[in-house]
Every structure is written in structure tokens, then in C-alpha cells.
């Protein structure tokens, strides 16, 4: 095996904040372009109340809504070159558990080349909001060996860069951009990627 590659689903793998903005469009009448979504906080970015928020998050996370998010463009060419240049694929997720089986038809239906899907516990989602919420912790899958993480999580993705001694693929997304920069606070460690293209050229054998 050439190493092991993380890659996360939401805004990684798939579309989600477009279909989080559909919802939120159906429930609240209120069109909003992913370019205002400026803080990976929607409570922020959506400028909801904090109960509010537990409703919008339950309501996103239904399956009829996650089974019907589309694919990040160039996502599963990339995974299939380093599948074929022998890498493993971990998906790793922050839903919570009780998606798992929405997420793993959907990963199937998309065709999504990996090896296993794990969830970590990268938001903290409180157990009212999520029944069952167990996720693995960040400090659990660092006992595994990555050579790559790929993350649209400025925060999470600091967090990762600390915890695991892998480089971190950033994808740039309007959530991410906001000053200090995590590229910035964590150099050669954290690298800002356009899009898939330029994750599959710049870590063609991370
Ligand atoms: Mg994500």
C-alpha cells in the first residue's frame, strides 16, 4: 500500500452547502449564494439563532436531503488515480453516525473509490441534537498513518495539521478565506488547492 489518503465528504466530495442553501431557501424564503456563506458557522453565515440553527442542521441532515447532493466536480478521477497508483482511501466524515447509511448509498451511487468510512468527531455535535452522536475523536484516528488530508474546514483542517503529521489539501471555498489564513498560520503544512484538478496535480503521490 502507498499510504493512506483522508478525504472529507461535505464540501469536499460533495456538494453540500449548494443543497444546505436549497433548504434554507425552501424554509426560510430567503435565497442566498455560497459566496455569502463566509463562515463555516452557519449560524453566522445564515444569520440564525442558535435554536434556529439545531433546526436548519436537523432538517439538512435528513436522508432525502443528503441522498440528493450532487458530486464535487473531478472528485472520483482523482480518487481512482491514486487507487490505481495503490493508494488507500478513508473517507472521513463529521456527520453524525446516524447518516451512515445515506452516506454510504450515496458514496455507492456516485461511485466514489474507497476503503472504509469513518466518523469523527470534528464538530462536537451535542447528543439533544444528534441521538447516538459516538464519532471517533480526532486524538483516536491519529494513531492511524496518513499522507494526505483533504479538507475544507479551515478549522479542521488546523486541527488535523497538529494531530497528524500529514500535509492537509485545503479546498478553497468562500468559508475558508477569511483572515489569518490557515495556509498562512500553518506553512508548508496547510496548501490551498483551487479545485480537484489541482489536488490530483499538485499530491499526484502524496
Ligand atoms: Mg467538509
Redesign the pocket.
Known amino acids: 500500500m502507498a499510504g493512506c489518503i483522508y478525504v ?5 466530495l460533495a456538494q ?1 452547502a449548494r443543497a444546505f442553501a436549497r433548504v434554507f431557501e425552501q424554509e426560510y424564503g430567503r435565497r442566498i449564494d455560497l459566496e455569502e456563506i463566509e463562515s463555516f458557522d452557519l449560524g453566522v453565515s445564515l444569520g440564525l439563532s442558535p435554536a434556529s440553527l439545531d433546526d436548519f442542521m436537523k432538517s439538512v441532515h435528513r436522508p432525502e436531503v443528503l441522498a440528493e447532493i450532487e458530486p464535487m466536480e473531478g472528485a472520483v478521477e482523482v480518487l481512482a488515480a491514486w487507487v490505481d497508483r495503490g493508494y488507500e482511501v478513508a473517507v472521513v ?2 456527520r453524525p453516525p446516524g447518516t451512515e447509511a445515506v452516506s454510504r448509498e450515496w458514496l455507492s451511487k456516485q461511485e466514489v473509490p474507497h476503503h472504509s468510512l469513518t466518523f469523527l468527531d ?1 464538530y462536537s455535535w451535542s447528543e439533544d441534537l444528534f441521538s447516538g452522536s459516538q464519532a471517533i475523536s480526532i486524538e483516536e484516528l491519529s494513531r492511524r498513518s496518513f499522507s494526505l488530508v483533504v ?3 479551515a478549522e ?1 483542517a488546523c486541527r488535523l495539521a497538529g494531530a497528524l503529521e500529514a500535509p492537509v489539501a485545503l479546498l478553497d471555498r468562500p468559508w475558508n478565506r477569511s483572515s489569518p489564513r490557515p495556509e498562512d498560520e500553518l506553512k508548508g503544512r496547510i496548501f490551498r488547492c483551487r479545485d480537484w484538478q489541482d489536488i490530483g496535480e499538485r499530491f499526484a503521490q502524496p
Open positions: 472529507d465528504i461535505d464540501d469536499v453540500t466524515t463529521g470534528k479538507e475544507d474546514s479542521v
